[in-house]
């Protein structure tokens, strides 16, 4: 199973550094990142995209897939990005999220629907993945929603990422082998990371106290072992993609931490199997 580092707490180094340290931490390579403020951006994708690809993998790290922020619904608009990550080696790219807010409860299904099928039509044309994350606030909030959205689609063009980070710490929990055996062959990627419920203050009102807050994944409260046996069970290969949030402003603690959780990760899917 691959191992990709979601680099949001990097942007402080080179692209030659942050592929040092995936590397020394024996993470396969970076996500690329497309966001203003990283390596490569919206706005200089074209010159910038090439030159951070093959700076990746002159260093002997990989890179297949992009963090971008491109709404599902304009897909039918980015043809020219989208040949341009396909012909730089990019298989999957993740897409922006629906805020739940940007639509009434009940119209939020259609109005993912409709933008999963633009995305999945832009992407069948140039031979690459969209992928939807699973995430709290946005929708789909859990594996229940993105299923019911995604069905029929062609899961070759269109997946989507389960995470139970998120479904911890924001909203959306289900039961770990029931997302991955509805989602099946839609699952086109795992977000690895976790979170934990922490009591700081028993007197505060509504939430008596209890916050959910990120933690390396060998303290937190998902079940990897089980999620990862899921996946063998059902024959599904997908990348896992290492979502460090924790200590982002202490860069050598997160980097400890890190590396003990990329272990952690490698135990579990080598015990499973994968």
């Excluded at 942007?11 to 403020?37: F, H």
């Excluded at 070759?156 to 479904?167: A, P, R, S």
């Excluded at 909203?171 to 990371?193: H, T």
Aim: hydrophobic content about 40%; some cysteine; aromatic content about 10%.
């Amino acid at each position: 199973m691959k191992n990709y580092l979601f680099p949001k707490f990097f942007n402080n180094m080179s692209i030659e550094q942050l592929c040092e340290l995936c590397l020394r931490l024996g993470i396969d390579g970076p996500t690329l990142m497309v966001r203003g403020g990283y390596w490569v951006d919206e706005k200089n994708i074209f010159e910038k995209l090439p030159q951070v690809t093959a700076a990746i993998r002159r260093s002997g790290a990989q890179v297949s897939y992009a963090d971008t922020s491109y709404r599902m619904d304009m897909a039918d608009k980015l043809d020219d990005v989208l040949s341009l990550m396909s012909h730089n080696g990019i298989e999957l790219f993740r897409v922006s999220y629906i805020a739940k807010k940007s639509h009434s409860a009940r119209e939020l299904h259609d109005a993912l629907r409709f933008s999963m099928e633009k995305a999945e039509k832009a992407a069948r044309k140039h031979g690459i993945k969209a992928v939807v994350q699973i995430h709290g606030g946005m929708y789909p909030h859990n594996a229940s929603t993105a299923y019911f959205a995604c069905k029929d689609l062609d899961p070759q063009y269109l997946g989507i990422k389960i995470d139970l980070g998120n479904n911890l710490c924001q909203e959306g929990f289900e039961n770990i082998e029931y997302q991955v055996d509805l989602l099946g062959e839609y699952v086109a990627a795992v977000g690895e990371k976790d979170a934990a419920l922490i009591r700081k203050n028993e007197n505060e009102e509504g939430s008596k106290g209890w916050e959910r807050a990120f933690v390396p994944a060998y303290k937190g409260i998902a079940n990897y072992d089980l999620l990862f046996a899921s996946l063998k069970k059902n024959n599904i290969s997908v990348p896992g993609v290492l979502m460090p949030f924790y200590h982002g402003d202490e860069m050598a603690l997160l980097e400890k931490e890190l590396e003990r959780e990329v272990a952690y990760f490698k135990r579990c899917q080598e015990e499973n199997g994968l």
